[in-house]
């Protein structure tokens, strides 16, 4: 991929860094004035040590200090307007008989002429807050129109919190709530809202009209040039006749947002209700380029390199349909990075033709039909497989997906014992719920996926079945996400069959970057004997190989400390066993430790770790690196 610059060049930035920055990049401010601005604020009883801060974070003329103003006029303009800032932010901390006085060389803004002239360099800016004591709600009284609002609910209640932003949010949680019942016409037709100084008390009145609840009704799409209008009014899931849901507006743009056709999706309600009493819905999207491509590397010192690359379109046929080709080739110098290895001949590849077709059954799901060819040379065996799947993966709500598969593969697999053919069909069922807060970067949240996967060897008549359970959790321990505590767990079984009936692939193995970091990927588990008699039959390039396993049982826990706004450093400890038995063998770990470093980008975190086994087996190295785009886990 190239990137190509144009006449006039302009800076641009990676990272972090900028560059071709010219040095007059910057705004120019006609005539600069410096100023040195002091912000006193009196004690005040009540001050739980807070309001200082805010009064900083809220003053301009504080916060932008080196930042000169366009003359005598400028900083007058701004002292003006840093006054209102002060005072409401004395409000949002229901300071209301708070002041605020500002002073240029001595004297007062409320005294100065817009053409006066400051001579001191630089100019001295004095700001006085005394800011008076703090104020408790008071007489509360709501109407809505008969019906029943308890304004306590929303924190409205005598002798609580009467900060400004406090009440006018509390507020706007009353007029959200009506509006979810239905009522998309609320309107707030009074409000009075009284300082009483005597008391230090905030009253607080005001009246609702709710409305009536309202029907949706027809809906209309503008902006749709090559995707169907028709298809996209369908894929909102509003249901004219329905009553109408706010809720049910963004859960339609974030639907017709997944279907990746639109740079933009704006769902609303009409203004007005139409002739039969019902309630119009305005869809208005911006159509993208739907052809799209993009390329990929990754690294590890024992599986060496890889790169990928991929190329797609969007619309096919005009309702979202979308056609993707990926291609991979790995293992690029494996042998020769890492003695520890076995040998093999050749690179990894695979390729895959996945089409989607979303709404097949209901806006809710997408068809997913993909062909696929790989060629793989893991540590445990060589295979190739040739594979085609079919389902429906069907959103239960914006956390909870099923998908539902039927996969047919034909394989062959080379191991110790030799060279295997496999025709199997199976049925891949997987419920995933994703908590998490961000897909690549998560600081909080929670995520699980759960696989049964039911399969019958045709030519081997060998029925199984394949069941995983993963979980992982995060924790941020501060405001800022400067240390996040991260964790995983992953449990699974294979049952129905012995372990030397079950395709090599659908065994469970454990080591590797998604696993045990600092481990040979597929090295944790039981292995095929290490000496091999002359003339047994068996393959000898698979001495010392892992068998692969019928249980699994694996985790890791790390932290993630920000030393930056950009840089963690990551120390972690991943563990896990193998067994070929149903049940695995806990009393026989493996354990990795080590640490990483992430530079989080908008894209997401670019990943590097290092690990080290703790227990190294026959085929592990001295330690392993990792590199990649997003977390661990």
Known sequence: MAICLTSPAHAFEIFGVTFFESPDSAVEVIDPLNYDATLTVEPAPDDDGTLQDSLSTASSLVGEEDEP????????????????????ALFENARYDGLVDIFIEGRDITT??????????????????????????????????????????????????????????????MFSKLRQDGRPFVAVTD???????????????????????????????EGAEDVDPGFIAYMTGIKAGEVFSPQELADARDRLLKLGVFSSVTVKEAKAQAADGS???????????????????????????????????????????SIRFDASVSRIGATAVSGEARETDGFDY?????????????????????????REQPLAYDRTSYAATSGVEY??????????????????????????????????????????????????????QALAEPS???????????????GRAYLSLTESDR??????????????????????????????????????????????????????????????????????????????????????????????????DLVPDFSNFKLGAGIGARYLTSFGPIRIDVGIPLDPGPRDAGYQIYAGIGQAF
Do not use: C, H, M
């Open 69 to 88: 103003v366009s003359g005598s006029l400028g900083l007058l303009s701004k002292a003006k307007t840093d006054r209102k800032r002060l005072v409401a």
């Open 112 to 173: 100065l002429q817009p053409d006066a002239e400051f001579s001191a360099r630089p100019v001295p800016v004095t700001i006085r807050v005394r800011p008076g004591p703090k104020y408790t709600l008071g007489r509360i009284a709501v109407t809505s129109g008969g019906i029943p609002v308890d304004p306590a609910e929303y924190g409205l209640a005598p002798g609580g919190a009467a900060g400004s932003a406090e009440v006018l949010e509390a507020e706007a949680r």
């Open 191 to 221: 409000r009075d809202i009284i300082a009483d100084a005597a008391n230090n008390r905030l009253e607080y009145e005001a009246r609702l009209d709710p409305g009536p609840r309202v029907p949706f009704g027809d809906i209309w799409v």
């Open 279 to 321: 309630l119009p819905v305005q869809v208005e999207v911006g159509e993208r380029k739907f052809g799209y491509y993009g390329v990929g590397a990754t690294y590890s010192n024992t599986e060496g390199a890889g790169a990928n690359g991929y190329v797609g379109y969007r619309n096919l046929f005009g309702r979202a349909e």
């Open 350 to 374: 695979s390729s895959s033709l996945v089409f989607k077709k979303p709404g097949v059954l209901g806006p809710n799901s997408v068809y997913i039909g993909s062909l696929e060819i790989k």
């Open 395 to 448: 959103e239960i709500d914006k956390q909870q997906t099923v998908n539902v598969s039927l996969r047919g593969e034909y394989e062959e697999i080379t191991d110790y014992l030799g060279t295997r053919d496999y025709f199997i069909a199976s049925v891949p069922i997987t419920y995933t719920y994703d908590g998490r807060d961000n897909e690549l970067n998560p600081t909080e949240g929670f995520y699980f």
């Open 456 to 470: 019958y060897g045709f030519n081997t008549s060998t029925p199984f079945v394949k069941t995983r359970l993963d």
């Open 483 to 580: 240390l996040i505590l991260a964790s995983r767990l992953g449990y699974g079984t294979v049952f129905g069959a012995d372990l030397l009936d079950i395709p090599n692939d659908r065994r469970f193995y454990a080591g590797g970057g998604g696993s045990v970091r600092g481990y040979e990927f597929q090295s944790i588990g039981p292995y095929f004997p290490g000496n091999v008699p002359a003339g047994s039959g068996f393959n000898p390039e698979f001495t010392d190989t892992p068998t692969g396993g019928l249980s699994l049982f694996d985790g890791s826990v790390e932290a993630r400390i920000g030393i930056t706004e950009n840089i963690q450093v990551v120390p972690f400890l991943d563990f896990g066993t193998v067994s070929d």
